[in-house]
């Protein structure tokens, strides 16, 4: 397939309810940071030609500048979020017209590895898509109404973000009409016709949505520049 473009798109719409703030989650201080900061810094390290596009809500614009200053970024576009996530990815992909490979990620999950960003690029690269996922530590039962039973933990995994496509598979992908069933960019590239490749995920790639988990980015983050990463 040879070199291609690379477009991140970084989706942070959330208000951050659960996390008891009235600032949004993905600005509030992480090591002396806002949180998206840590998330946009991953991307760049991983890739000096990424293109970023961040998803924000239109209110928050002037945190995104702030963001793109700190970061020496001048170039990185804001885009204005949608009423769903999938609206949201839509608009992020709106103008994108040239061959590339196409990151959608949660600006919420600030704890990927350069690494894992290089891992679906080349991928995506090879097979059309890239999904990280993990496996489930814990027993997991299937409930129907007031009925459970046990299932094979072995035949799940948890699913993570940077899903990664290549443009062709991605932008027909989200040219169908809206499905409430569409939860992340993997099920709309499985309805459209096209295989979901999984790819090994990372335990720390967590998703910010409570205070605890602020409490565990920080001592992630720690350990991290005491160990130099």
């Not at 804001?78 to 959608?104: K, M, W, Y």
């Not at 016709?193 to 910010?208: A, F, R, W």
Request: with cysteine; charged share 25%.
């Amino acid at each position: 397939m040879g070199l291609r473009k690379k477009i991140a798109i970084i989706v942070a719409g959330g208000s951050g309810t659960r996390m008891g703030h009235d600032t949004p989650k993905q600005f509030l201080p992480l090591s002396g940071q806002p949180l998206l900061y840590h998330t946009l810094r991953v991307f760049l390290q991983a890739y000096d030609d990424i293109r970023i596009r961040l998803v924000l809500p239109m209110q928050h614009f002037s945190y995104g500048e702030q963001l793109a200053a700190s970061l020496h970024m001048p170039d990185m576009e804001l885009v204005a979020g949608g009423e769903t996530r999938f609206h949201s990815v839509q608009n992020g992909l709106c103008g994108v017209d040239e061959p590339s490979v196409i990151f959608v990620h949660d600006g919420v999950r600030p704890l990927l590895s350069t690494r894992l960003v290089q891992q679906c690029y080349e991928h995506a690269l090879q097979n059309g898509s890239a999904v990280p996922a993990i496996p489930l530590k814990d027993s997991i039962r299937e409930v129907k109404g007031d009925s459970n039973r046990s299932v094979d933990r072995s035949s799940y995994r948890i699913i993570q973000t940077p899903q990664t496509f290549r443009s062709e598979i991605l932008l027909p992908a989200f040219a169908q009409v809206f499905d409430l069933q569409f939860t992340d960019e993997a099920t709309v590239v499985e309805r459209s016709g096209h295989p979901v490749y999984l790819i090994e995920g990372e335990e720390e790639n967590i998703k910010i949505t409570r205070p605890l988990d602020m409490l565990i980015a920080e001592k992630i983050l720690e350990e991290r520049m005491r160990n130099g990463k």
